[in-house]
C-alpha cells in the first residue's frame, strides 16, 4: 500500500491508544494490548500498514533504548557483586536450553552445525516482554523477578559470544561488506575493536561532552544529545555487523558510574515506552499468518515444543537455585518464549550462511508467536496457578539472602 510515514504513524497511534486502554481495562496488560493491535493493523487481518522491514527497524530502536537504560542501572561494582546469580543462573539456562533444542535439532535430522545455531539462538528470551510484564506486575523484586533479571542479563551479555560463534558455524565462506572475503578472525578483531571503542570512549570522552552540555543548561539539548549517543553507538555496532541493541547495553554500564545517569535515565525514559509499544505491535503486524496458513500444524506444533522445553530447563533450574515452588512457574512460564535478539540472530545466519532461508522464516515465525503468547502464559499464571498456590496455603521455603537485583523503576508517565 503507497501510503505515507505519517499516514502510519497515525494507524499506529490510534492502534495504540485504543487498544492498551482496553487490554489494560480486561486485566490483559499492556504488551499484549500492543501485540493484538500489531495484529488487528498488521498486513494479515484490516491490512492498514504494509511492509514491516522499515516500521521494524525503527521499532528495535525501542529495545536499543531499553538496554541502554537497563545498562545504566547496572554500576559495574554491582554486576560483580551479582556475578554469582547471573553467571551461575543465567549461564546454566543458556547451556541446558541450547543442549536440549540442538539435541533435538539434531534428532530430527538438521546437521550438528544447523542445530548448535538454532539452540543458540532460541535459548534467549525476550528481555523487551519479560521486564515489561514483570514491572506491569510488581514481581521485579520477587523471586522470581529477581532471578529472571540475572538470566535476561546474561543472555543479553550471551549475544556477543554467539554472534562471534554463527560465521563459524557457516557452510560456506561470506562476503564482507566490501565484495571481498572477511576471515573470522578479521571479523573478530573488528568486534573487538567496536567494543574497546564503546568501553574506552564512554568512559574518557562522554563524561567531559556531558559535562560541556550541562554547563549549557539548555534541557533539550542534553535529551538531543543522549539520544545521538545511542543512535551513533547503534550505527557503529550495526557497521560492524554486531546488534545496536548490545552496544548500547554497554554504553549504558559504561556510563552507569556517571554523575549524569539519573538525568539520562529522565530523559529517555518516555521514548523508551512508546518505542517499545511501537516495537511489540511491529511484532504482532509481522506475524506471517500466510506462513502459518501453510503449515497449519507444523508451526504451533514448533511452538509448543520450543516452549515446554524452556519451560521445563527453567523450572529444573528453579529447583537446582531453591526458587519456592509458585514462584518457579512465575519464573518457568515468565522466560519460556524466544527472544527479540532473535530476530537479529536469524539475519545474521542468513548473512553468514548458517541456516537455509526457509528454516529461519519457519522459526522468527514461532519467536513472534512465543513472545505473543507470553502475556497469555503470565494471565493463567496469575488467575490459575498462583490463587491454586494460595489455596494449598503452601509455605515458603526459607528465602536464601541474595544480593538484590536492582528493579528497573517504572517511572509514570509524565
Not at 203 to 222: D, G, K, N, T
Not at 363 to 373: F, Y
Not at 384 to 412: G, K, M, T
Request: glycine share 10%.
Amino acid at each position: 500500500m503507497g501510503h505515507g510515514i505519517l499516514f502510519d504513524a497515525f494507524i499506529y497511534l490510534s492502534a495504540a491508544v485504543i487498544a492498551v486502554p482496553l487490554a489494560k481495562r480486561w486485566g490483559l496488560g499492556s504488551v499484549l494490548g500492543y501485540l493484538l493491535a500489531g495484529i488487528i493493523i498488521g498486513p494479515f487481518l484490516l491490512g492498514l500498514v504494509g511492509e514491516q522491514k522499515d516500521v521494524m527497524h525503527f521499532a528495535e530502536f525501542g529495545v536499543v533504548l531499553m538496554l541502554f537504560l537497563v545498562g545504566l542501572e547496572l554500576r559495574p561494582a554491582l554486576l560483580w557483586q551479582l556475578k554469582g546469580p547471573i553467571l551461575g543462573t543465567g549461564g546454566l539456562q543458556v547451556l541446558l536450553t541450547t543442549a536440549a533444542l540442538t539435541g533435538v535439532a539434531h534428532l530430527i535430522g538438521l546437521p550438528l552445525q544447523q542445530g548448535l545455531a538454532i539452540g543458540l539462538i532460541l535459548a534467549l528470551s525476550s528481555t523487551a516482554i519479560v521486564l515489561q510484564s514483570l514491572q506491569e506486575r510488581k514481581l521485579m523484586q520477587s523471586e522470581s523477578g529477581r532471578s529472571a533479571f540475572a538470566v535476561l542479563l546474561f543472555q543479553d551479555i550471551a549475544v556477543i559470544p554467539i554472534l562471534a560463534i554463527l560465521p563459524l558455524l557457516a557452510m560456506a565462506p561470506v562476503a564482507s561488506n566490501g565484495g571481498s572475503e572477511l576471515a573470522g578472525w578479521q571479523h573478530g578483531l573488528l568486534v573487538v575493536a567496536a567494543i574497546s571503542g564503546i568501553v574506552l570512549g564512554g568512559h574518557y570522552l562522554m563524561r567531559p561532552v556531558f559535562r560541556a552540555i550541562a554547563q549549557s543548561h539548555m534541557r533539550e539539548i542534553f535529551v538531543a544529545a543522549a539520544l545521538l549517543l545511542v543512535i551513533a553507538i547503534a550505527v557503529l555496532m550495526e557497521s560492524v555487523g554486531l546488534s545496536p541493541a548490545l552496544g548500547s547495553f554497554l554504553a549504558g554500564v559504561v556510563l552507569a558510574d556517571s554523575e549524569y545517569r539519573h538525568e539520562l535515565e529522565a530523559d529517555i525514559e518516555p521514548f523508551k515506552g512508546l518505542l517499545l509499544g511501537l516495537f511489540f505491535m511491529s511484532v504482532g503486524a509481522g506475524i506471517d499468518f500466510g506462513l502459518f496458513a501453510e503449515h497449519p500444524f507444523l508451526i504451533p506444533t514448533l511452538v509448543v515444543c520450543l516452549m515446554v522445553l524452556k519451560w521445563l530447563v527453567l523450572m529444573a533450574l528453579g529447583f537446582i537455585i531453591r526458587i519456592s515452588p509458585s514462584q518457579r512457574w512465575t519464573f518457568g512460564l515468565a522466560l519460556a518464549q524466544g527472544g527479540e535478539f532473535a530476530f537479529v540472530l536469524f539475519s545474521f545466519a542468513a548473512q553468514n550462511r548458517v541456516l537455509p532461508g526457509e528454516t529461519i522464516s519457519l522459526l522468527t515465525l514461532v519467536v513472534a508467536l512465543s513472545m505473543a503468547l507470553t502475556p497469555l502464559l503470565l494471565i493463567l499464571n496469575d488467575r490459575v496457578i498462583q490463587p491454586w498456590f494460595d489455596y494449598r496455603n503452601q509455605s515458603d521455603a526459607p528465602q536464601h539472602e541474595q544480593p538484590r537485583l536492582p528493579c528497573l523503576q517504572h517511572r509514570p508517565s509524565s
